[in-house]
């Protein structure tokens, strides 16, 4: 497996990363690699240059901004899941980040070529949905914030235009002590890719829930939210029998993904027993 010849530029800043993919529409940004050389190996990418943006400090940070928190698109993995900010305050983001692949996958993966590679069975796609944050994007014509729940269009496709760069993502930072928050999926355990996953996030206020957000990767081609598990939650009591009820709505509709993991009859069934477990782990 071997890719073929290209060129290898490291930049320094944001601006040299944006005006060399505009002089080379064939370029691919390289930030941890994990998604785009084995994709290279396999000669199912052939980029003309790889532009290493790993190394840009204006991308590596994560800054508490009063209502949200930002995490620069060249953040690890492993810095969000041991982060003083983000243990204390997005949980959900923390205990995700410590389910992606192993050591070694946490410490150079970064969140920002996780979400631009859009692979329909990766962690932060769902786990984003659900806190409900907002992309970044810069490029020549200037910089545009989309919202997550817009961001991710199709298998492997979102709406980073050519010549466009993550930059930063905004996670809402939610009020201590009323939320509740979880992520659970069922591991691939070569690749600890997400068969199927379930991240989910709601506010609980006496006991009711609302603003539920239920997010699913490995599902269908992309990250999607589910509104008919979301709205058999909001109004309701967190007991097991809303657990159950919510549960019971998920995995429904069509084009769910079969593979050699799983048939789509199999995913449909594994969506709903990882919506219960998600749900069942915000009780305690």
Not at 109 to 132: E, F, K, M, N, R
Request: aromatic share 6%; charged share 15%; net charge neutral.
């Amino acid at each position: 497996m071997i890719p073929s010849s290209f060129e290898y530029m490291r930049v320094s800043t944001v601006a040299e990363a944006i005006d060399a993919l505009r002089h080379d529409t064939d370029a691919k940004v390289l930030a941890g690699g994990h998604s785009l050389i084995p994709a290279m190996k396999l000669r199912l990418s052939q980029p003309s240059k790889l532009i290493d943006i790993s190394r840009i400090p204006a991308l590596n940070f994560i800054r508490d901004r009063g209502k949200y928190i930002a995490i620069g698109a060249a953040t690890t993995h492993g810095t969000i899941a041991t982060h003083k900010t983000t243990v204390q305050k997005l949980p959900l983001l923390a205990h995700a980040a410590s389910m992606i692949g192993d050591v070694q996958v946490r410490n150079m993966g970064t969140i920002g070529g996780s979400i631009a590679h859009a692979d329909p069975a990766a962690d932060w796609p769902a786990v984003l949905l659900a806190a409900g944050a907002t992309i970044v994007v810069e490029g020549s014509t200037g910089v545009k914030k989309i919202p997550a729940s817009e961001f991710f269009v199709d298998f492997f496709t979102t709406q980073l235009g050519e010549g466009e760069l993550i930059t930063e993502i905004h996670v809402p930072e939610p009020t201590v002590g009323t939320y509740r928050q979880a992520y659970a999926k069922f591991v691939q355990p070569a690749s600890r890719f997400a068969i199927v996953g379930c991240a989910i996030q709601f506010e609980l206020k006496d006991g009711v829930i609302s603003n539920a957000h239920v997010a699913y990767n490995g599902v269908l081609a992309c990250a999607f939210r589910d509104a008919a598990v979301e709205s058999s939650l909001n109004g309701q009591p967190l007991t097991e029998a809303t657990i159950e009820n919510a549960a019971s709505k998920a995995g429904a509709g069509s084009n769910i993904l079969s593979d050699n993991f799983a048939s789509a009859p199999y995913r449909a069934h594994l969506t709903k027993i990882y919506t219960k477990r998600a749900l069942q782990s915000c009780l305690a």
